[in-house]
């Protein structure tokens, strides 16, 4: 078999140097070739023992990957075990199955799929009177994703549903469950008083040996007590918990209490004690190497600090959770790196062994296998010639393939010079619009004014008062609106004031509440114009996506030097939505896109539903 194999490759080779391909195509064929023969040999009668993985071994698998956060690499063992569950037809196997892999798709922010599999897994159990406490879960977990959802009518619906079962149950388990739930689905509401009630209820029912789901509740009922401003009430909740975690001496609980206490602390205008616990829990998240922790940490530091006027400590801690973050992408890059790596060489070992296990079963049947060697040969012949056949096919594939390519390269140029000349074309309009409405409603209107002005000289009027200062409004407005639209006006002022002044308009316009990070204040004024521009236009766009879209209550522009690049970042506390759902043809995201490349920046979205949206894009200083 070794003889003929070698035959065989000898006649692909050759068959190659005809074509002229060799020089081209040599990688790609030879995997071609070792799949064809692994096929070839598996035609001719070799037989492999292929051992079935059990249940238990899949899950334990796929437990490994989800507490790791790799949820991706979860979900193909999910889906096996749950396919060896449907095939011993175990009902209540297969709904467990399918809870986990509800659980796998909510962390992986694929909630119409959790939810879908959590459905399933109850309707699998629903007549059965020994699963009750499988379909509380479920009922609980479908109302959550339907809250997630800004579903509340139906959350409340399949909450219903679960407090029936907790009721008849008698489980002081199961009530401790739902009570926290419902505290959960009354503080998304925002109705806090009720949320709070429902802690407090499943604190009567903990045990006071449990302390770990008591300190998870007294979390729960201090974020609760926070939302409704009862710092006061929260930062003493929050001080029982840190009681009972002296004895748990629990990381994670230590850490989190910190923060909580930190937050409520800064909330009720205790800066100096929220910045010692913030630096506390940081100095733990740094001993323990928590990456995310620390990041969280300097980012509520820089915050705190902006806000009590002490930029120098601001940027500080700003530029540390800058590290981080880029530290967070570029981790989460290589562990996929190593992830898909892992994969391979196991696939690939895999192989090796598979293949060993072949050729030694070849060689003990060599001897039989020389009768029908004239036969083999005919047909390795006739296979090469169809094997050649392919490649050639393939070829003309990959250079209709490589035409394409320039074609959409040259169709993406053409659409590059299109929206220049359509962002030129948009200048031009703006700056005609804003010479109108300067020139000729507000010239207008300022003659109104001075004509009604000299009649209220004459005769005190107090509506002509009203009408007088209602006419000052809009000349201001007008000359705001002419400002905003007017390339000149955004070369003619510092860009420090420009982005002041548009976050007083859109302040005064919306009721949001606007912060501004400018740090270096000096450096960054000295931008260039063409990036001054590119900058205020993306700022001006995003602001408006967030206003029209978010549902947002405050919004926070930043502009960051960080050493040869600069960070221009927008970030709001609204609805958030999924990064892989963005209406990219819109005119708007065009526009943010086609100034990103004009700038050469990176642009980034990281929003996650109900918890906010954060654009940024690096960029080049000069």
């Not at 939302?227 to 609980?253: H, T, W």
């Not at 300067?438 to 004459?458: C, F, P, V, W, Y």
Request: charged letters at 25%; one cysteine or more.
């Amino acid at each position: 078999m070794v003889i003929l194999s070698q035959i065989f490759f000898g006649v692909i080779y050759f068959g190659c140097l005809l074509l002229g391909i060799h020089q081209k195509t040599t990688v790609a064929l030879r995997y071609f070739f070792m799949r064809y023969l692994l096929v070839l040999i598996f035609l001719l009668g070799v037989q492999t023992a292929v051992g079935q993985i059990n249940r238990t071994q899949l899950l334990d698998s796929a437990k490994v990957y989800f507490e790791k956060g790799l949820y991706a690499s979860a979900q193909p063992f999910l889906e096996k075990a749950f396919e060896i569950s449907s095939e011993e037809a175990d009902t209540v196997k297969m709904a467990e199955d399918l809870m986990f892999i509800g659980e796998n798709q909510s962390r992986s922010s694929n909630l119409k799929k959790a939810l879908d599999a959590y459905l399933k897994s109850i309707r699998l159990v629903d007549f059965r009177k020994d699963t009750d406490s499988l379909k509380f879960r479920g009922l609980l977990k479908i109302a959550r994703c339907f809250s997630d959802l800004s579903n509340e009518d139906k959350s409340d619906e399949y909450l219903e549903q679960a407090k029936i079962i907790a009721g008849k149950s008698g489980n002081d388990n199961l009530k401790v469950i739902l009570y926290t739930s419902l505290g959960v689905s009354e503080r998304r509401k925002e109705n806090y008083e009720p949320s709070i009630a429902y802690y407090k209820k499943a604190i009567e029912l903990i045990q006071a040996t449990d302390s770990v789901r008591l300190i998870e509740t007294y979390v729960n009922l201090s974020t609760a007590y926070g939302y409704n401003e009862q710092y006061e009430e929260a930062i003493a909740i929050l001080e029982q918990a840190q009681i009972l975690n002296s004895g748990l001496k629990n990381d994670y609980f230590k850490i989190l209490l910190l923060a909580q206490i930190a937050r409520n602390e800064f909330l009720r205008g205790n800066s100096e004690i929220a910045a010692k616990y913030y630096l506390e829990g940081l100095e733990f998240a740094e001993l323990n190497e928590d990456h995310d922790l620390i990041k969280r940490f300097n980012r509520a530091l820089a915050r705190l600090y902006s806000k009590e006027g002490d930029y120098k400590e601001a940027y500080k801690y700003y530029a540390q959770f800058v590290i981080e973050l880029e530290s967070s992408i570029n981790n989460q890059n290589a562990t996929a790196i190593a992830e898909m790596t892992a994969k391979y060489e196991t696939e690939k070992k895999e192989q090796e062994v598979l293949f060993e296990k072949r050729q030694r079963k070849l060689e003990s049947i060599v001897y039989e296998q020389k009768i029908e060697q004239q036969r083999l040969v005919t047909f390795l012949l006739i296979f090469a010639a169809l094997i050649l056949v392919l490649a050639f096919v393939w070829n003309i594939r990959v250079q209709k393939k490589r035409r394409e390519v320039l074609r959409e390269l040259a169709e993406k140029q053409i659409a590059i010079t299109k929206q220049d000349a359509e962002l030129n074309a948009q200048k031009e309009e703006r700056n005609r619009l804003s010479r109108e409405l300067h020139d000729g409603l507000g010239g207008t209107l300022a003659s109104i004014k001075m004509r009604l002005s000299n009649q209220l000289n004459e005769n005190e009027n107090q509506e002509l008062k009203v009408v007088l200062n209602d006419l000052d409004n809009a000349c201001q407005e007008v000359r705001n609106v002419s400002h905003s639209l007017n390339s000149f006006y955004i070369s003619n002022i510092d860009f420090f004031s420009l982005l002041t002044n548009l976050i007083g308009d859109i302040k005064m316009s919306t009721g949001l509440e606007m912060n501004l990070d400018f740090l270096p204040k000096e450096e960054l004024n000295q931008l260039s114009e063409e990036l001054k521009h590119h900058c205020y236009r993306i700022i001006q766009e995003l602001s408006n996506n967030t206003i029209k879209h978010a549902q947002a209550t405050s919004l926070l522009l930043g502009l960051i030097l960080d050493e040869k690049d600069v960070i221009l970042m927008v970030e709001d506390n609204g609805i958030g939505f999924d990064p892989e759902n963005i209406q990219s043809d819109g005119i708007g995201w065009k526009n943010i896109k086609s100034r990103v490349e004009k700038i050469k920046g990176e642009l980034t979205v990281d929003s996650v539903i109900n918890r906010g949206t954060t654009v940024s894009i690096r960029f080049p200083f000069q």
